[in-house]
Nanobody, 124 residues
């Protein structure tokens, strides 16, 4: 079992920044991939970014490339999502998730464990 706890969400004006954190506990392995997804009201949950625990390779959705940065601190078992130049359309609940297969993917059904989510609201 893996437990994930997100934090760092909040209200920010367009153009501002936020940093989300996801602390992982329980059974974690260096082969895992950690992902961030988001879900806006009335929309499907969508991929934002993911990172390999080992090696740190990163992947991003086109909509956030150049604005968001995913990183990890292996010693703290924590993954971060630095979000800059935020737009109103970034408003959503942001979730972190674990893919135990180690295949970095944007497909949400491949992820096995999910956090409870943290709300990000960007005002115009």
């Amino acid at each position: 079992q893996v437990q994930l706890v997100e934090s760092g969400g909040g209200l920010v004006q367009a153009g501002g920044s936020l940093r989300l954190s996801c602390a992982a506990s329980g059974r974690t392995f260096s082969t895992y991939v950690m992902g961030w997804f988001r879900q806006a009201p009335g929309k499907e949950r969508e991929f934002v970014a993911c990172i390999r625990w080992s090696g740190g390779s990163t992947y991003y959705a086109d909509s956030v490339k150049g604005r968001f940065t995913i990183s990890r601190d292996n010693a703290k078992n924590t993954v971060y999502l630095q979000m800059n130049s935020l737009k109103p359309e970034d408003t959503a609940v942001y979730y972190c998730a674990v893919d135990r297969s180690g295949i970095a993917t944007s497909v949400k059904t491949r992820y096995d464990y999910w956090g409870q989510g943290t709300q990000v609201t960007v005002s115009s």
